[in-house]
T-cell receptor
Framework: DAGVTQSPTHLIKTRGQHVTLRCSPI?????VSWYQQVLGQGPQFIFQ???????GRGNFPDRFSARQFPNYSSELNVNALLLGDSALYLC????????????FGQGTRLTVV | QQQVKQSPQSLIVQKGGISIINCAYE??????FPWYQQFPGKGPALLIA?????SEKKEGRFTISFNKSAKQFSLHIMDSQPGDSATYFC????????????FGKGTKLSVIP
């Protein structure tokens, strides 16, 4: 069984640029959430999507946006990158209804220089 | 505002010993409390989780103890092994349909032979 897949695994961007990160959830899971994990800290919730609709948003600026596609995959977009956006970006997939467990991908390591 | 406080920040345990990590939360809306294990370069992996209607849950060498009135929960790792050396995160979840997780800052566990 394929787990949560994220691409790319590593990325280096320059301040001010834009980045798009991608996530494919576990087959059968319809909810995708995005988390930011800064080095040495716990993951911090950014967005939750279900059926292409945003169902939750964490305390992140409007430079962060996301969307979910009909096949339940998702993209996280970050505009006007800052040095402080350097982090591991994690995607988690789960089913919807019954509040089941969230399973994380390996993440995308973003470095902003 | 940190909603989930985790301690200690780091922990060194002898092989065969018991590792204990503690967490405290503030938001009474949380109704799901998972623990994740993370190895360097990997995404968090779900270890064990508990809901507030039980005070203890055991899976193999891992046990969660939950104190609803004190708003505290802890992870006990019995017979700790060098392979358990990793960073452990407690989390608390709330939400309808699928959980949005708030993580602690993590505990780096080192199990020495």
């Amino acid at each position: 069984d394929a787990g949560v897949t994220q691409s790319p695994t590593h990325l280096i961007k320059t301040r001010g640029q834009h980045v798009t990160l991608r996530c494919s959830p576990i087959s059968g899971h319809k909810s995708v959430s995005w988390y930011q994990q800064v080095l040495g800290q716990g993951p911090q919730f950014i967005f939750q999507y279900y059926e292409k609709e945003e169902r939750g948003r964490g305390n992140f600026p409007d430079r962060f946006s996301a969307r979910q596609f009909p096949n339940y995959s998702s993209e996280l977009n970050v505009n006007a990158l800052l040095l402080g956006d350097s982090a591991l970006y994690l995607c988690a997939s789960s089913s919807w209804g019954g509040n089941t467990e969230a399973f994380f991908g390996q993440g995308t390591r973003l470095t902003v220089v | 505002q940190q909603q989930v406080k985790q301690s200690p920040q780091s922990l060194i345990v002898q092989k065969g010993g018991i590792s204990i990590i503690n967490c405290a939360y503030e938001n009474t809306a949380f109704d799901y409390f998972p623990w994740y294990q993370q190895f360097p370069g990997k995404g968090p992996a779900l270890l064990i989780a508990i809901r507030p209607d039980v005070s203890e849950k055991k899976e193999g060498r891992f046990t969660i103890s939950f104190n609803k009135s004190a708003k505290q929960f802890s992870l006990h790792i019995m017979d700790s092994q060098p392979g358990d050396s990793a960073t452990y995160f407690c989390a608390a979840g709330s939400g309808a349909g699928s959980y949005q997780l708030t993580f602690g800052k993590g505990t780096k566990l080192s199990v020495i032979p």
